[in-house]
């Protein structure tokens, strides 16, 4: 499995997300790359979680994975999706569940070794989840059900499958604003980045003009 650099650090000092919007220029031009999500991913996405969202609650509330441990796989899907509302949130929650800020810092950068032994596996797995545009390779799976059991195997890839869901939609609107300033967004949709900025994005922006 071969790392990614993204250059992504912690933003657990910050006061709001940090801006970090993957542009890519060419020229005169710019482009959005971050993956978002488009009426039919999206649509596919939300069937798949309300077909299964029993497991979904049982996995958050089993406590078979910790609140410490679910963060720290959180935060290494987010390190390659790049969402920089997840990496925010989700920085704060795992100092608050108790992970330190070296151990955050070193997720972020898709660096495990210096992590829990038993909980490296896992965070490789997360880091191929999403590299693998949630499509992991027999051999990967293999050896997420050898180290954790099936029922754990299966709640890492329910955390894996939730923060991908919040990863794209916070793209999402991101993209929609990259557009707002003249910048191609690669692979995306106009109307549907608009609909989920409308819901999502312009109450975050007060939200965190509130926290800030």
Not at 107 to 116: A, E, V, Y
Request: glycine share 6%; proline share 1%; with cysteine.
């Amino acid at each position: 499995m071969n790392e990614i650099d993204v250059s992504l650090s912690n933003d657990c000092l910050t006061d709001k997300p940090m801006n970090r919007n993957n542009i890519l220029n060419y020229g005169s031009n710019h482009f959005f790359t971050k993956r978002t999500f488009n009426f039919r991913s999206f649509m596919k996405t939300m069937q798949t979680i309300l077909r299964n969202r029993k497991i979904f609650v049982d996995t958050m509330k089993s406590k078979r994975i910790s609140n410490e441990f679910s963060e720290r796989i959180m935060l290494a899907v987010t390190a390659v999706n790049g969402c920089r509302y997840c990496e925010w949130g989700h920085t704060k929650m795992a100092i608050e569940s108790g992970c330190t800020d070296e151990e955050i810092k070193n997720i972020l950068d898709l660096d495990f070794q210096g992590l829990k032994k038993d909980e490296i596996i896992a965070l490789a797995f997360a880091q191929h989840f999403a590299e693998s545009k949630e499509n992991p390779s027999k051999k990967a799976l293999n050896n997420l059900v050898k180290e954790y059991g099936t029922q754990k195997a299966n709640d890492i890839i329910n955390y894996c499958i939730m923060i991908t869901v919040g990863n794209l939609l916070g793209n999402t609107i991101d993209a929609f604003e990259s557009r707002m300033n003249g910048i191609q967004v690669v692979d995306g949709s106009f109307l549907f980045e608009f609909l989920v900025y409308l819901i999502g994005g312009l109450p975050t922006k007060i939200l965190f003009s509130k926290i800030a």
